[in-house]
């Protein structure tokens, strides 16, 4: 699995790093506000909120994909390949509610392309980013055969990212 990077930086009293889940946290301070977007895809979800949380005075701002998959069904079909569904947002609030907290959670409404693909190379490219650059050539020309037979059809125009607020202070 790819390691996964957070972004702390300084600015006036505002402070960002890039840090891996994995890497040692020791130098980054604990801050009043923690926002992670778009990064908990990872193997042990808990132990992230933890190191998180353990950095977090007062809130911590998560975003979260709902839905199992950012790629539709029919392409992966069309490749001959299953993707390992992820847990989505309900899982997080879970081990959040199963840790103490009271998270609230409201939704973002993102649009996901713009109109689709217009030839079969944007196609394979767009798909090759959405499984994090894993496309064999095999792959690669099932989707171009794919999208070239006029059988694609962009399925969503958006997709919905939980907004997860977890207040150290609002404890069950």
């Known amino acids: 699995m790819p390691r996964k990077t957070l972004k ?3 600015q006036k009293n505002i402070k960002f790093a890039q840090k891996a889940f994995e890497d040692d946290w020791s130098d980054v301070p604990a801050c009043d506000l923690v926002f992670a977007s778009r990064c908990l895809e990872v193997d042990d979800l808990k132990t992230a909120l933890n190191k998180l949380l353990s950095k977090t005075k007062k809130s911590l701002y998560i975003t979260f994909k709902v839905g199992g998959s950012f ?11 299953e993707v390992e569904q992820k847990p989505d947002f309900v899982y997080l609030l879970n081990i959040l509610f199963q840790m103490g907290y009271l998270p609230s959670l409201s939704y973002i409404k993102a649009q996901c392309h713009d109109g689709g693909a217009k030839s079969a190379e944007e196609f394979v490219q ?4 959405m499984l994090g650059g894993e496309l064999n050539e095999a792959e690669e020309a099932r989707l171009a055969e794919y999208f070239n037979s006029g059988k694609y059809e962009p399925k969503r125009d958006f997709m919905h990212w939980a907004f997860v607020r977890v207040d150290k202070a609002n404890r069950a």
């Open 126 to 129: 767009k798909t090759r980013w």
């Open 71 to 81: 790629v539709d069904d029919e392409i992966l079909d069309a490749i001959g390949r």
């Open 8 to 10: 702390l930086t300084a």
